[in-house]
């Protein structure tokens, strides 16, 4: 046997050395692979609910979905019927039908392997609400819906869960408002409001406002209207203010405006969800990115190793990372735009909001019977009674978000001359007008509104309006 050359030694040792390299590769791919299959189901729903915190619906379902699969291969039995129900609400809007039916699938996973009462309470009630939303939508009976809710009712008050007991009522009111049956609507309603919680209150009271409505009690609905704090909630803050100014066109006879102002709060709400679309498509893009990201980092890590065995892994690893730098750099600067696009778009949208709260604001104003009083250009001396003056307060705090309710509680030693004051200044009036009003000259309603001004909102500068102050507040 012949010695081996240097040549040759050479030749063994590299080839060797790239039977290593590539050993090295696969195992980084394979422990890759190792770490994707290893997901949880538990971990899978965690991503799944985070998706839909951010307003990424697709990404939430197909999330869902994948859990579905691992809690059933995996027999996480509390998984498995959760995520059905988080499915059932993502499709609840969309497909009611389909809601249902993935809600009676959790009822049936839990009923074969029970483990809390309150999830059993809270599945009823989901599936009552979506055979509920069926029934309305295909004008068919509710009498499946009311089984739910109603075994639903029975396990929370037997076990005295107040806030269920309060959640089931709550959907038991929505039924029998459904059905037009307003007077039942209104008795659970109350029912529900006697054992809500801070949590639950707001969707409580709107269920109340909206039963008083319906029976045309204006008075009463307007009050518990006006117990909702929406807080960061836009859609319920539409809700209360559009319900408002529904009740004070209502009061006026004014059907036909009534029918604008809903029409117009759509097209508000269209807006909305049109906003949400955007956003649900950027946080998808974003998600895209960290996942590639994230496998960016994990071949850094393997490359890492690499290099610690052979230069030329380092070589690789070397121009890997510059690639990746530019690679993020790009897409730094893509994200860059699209949050300017979507800034932009989002304040464009509520340009638009704003035109259309201030067309209903005048319009409503327009048709009120004392601002016409008001608007006469003759200069004769012009009186208000008590009444009137206190329907276009009520009119102005109705449409203008309790404005001058506000300055009251704000200012409690101000005059009431003062505020009828301010009153007509938010009205727009002429000095002249106010002057008929008040019975003196144009100078002398100037000198009371400098005084009101520094007197009482303590504003001495003399650029800044009475009128700028009051749209302030």
Known sequence: MQPRTDEESITMFIRSLYIFIIGVLMVACSQQQQGADSQTAAR???????????????QG??????????AEASEDWHTYYIAYQRLAEALSQSNPEEALRLMKKALAIYEQHPDDERNYVMLLDYAGTYAAQKAYTTEG????????IRRAYDIAE??????????????????AWARDDYRQALDYAHRANSTATTELRPGTLQVLARSYLSLN???SAETVYRQIDPGSDVHLAYIVQSSLANIALRRMGATQVEDSVEEAFEQIEGFYYKALEQKDEYYQETLRQEMENQQLEYRSQMYGRTLLIVIIAAVVILLATVLALRYRIR???????????????????LHQANEVVTFLQGFILERTEVLKKLNQSSDSVIYLSPHEWSEIERTLNAIDGNRFAKIREQYPTMQENDIRLCILTRLGLSNRTIGNIYCITVSAVQHRKLKLKKDVF???????????ILNSR
Request: glycine share 2%.
């Open 158 to 175: 037997k076990s005295q869960m107040a806030d269920l007991m309060c959640q089931t009522l709550t959907s038991l009111a929505n039924i």
């Open 458 to 468: 303590g504003e001495s500068n003399p650029e800044i309006t009475l009128e700028q």
């Open 217 to 219: 009690m204006l008075d």
């Open 44 to 58: 899978c729903l965690e991503e799944a609910q985070a998706a839909f915190a951010n307003d990424s619906i697709r």
């Open 331 to 349: 897409l730094q600067e893509q994200e860059k735009r699209q949050l300017q696009q979507e800034a932009e778009h989002q304040k464009t949208l």
């Open 141 to 148: 009976s509710y009498d499946e819906a009311l089984n739910f």
């Open 61 to 70: 379902e197909t999330l869902l979905r994948k859990t579905i699969q691992l």
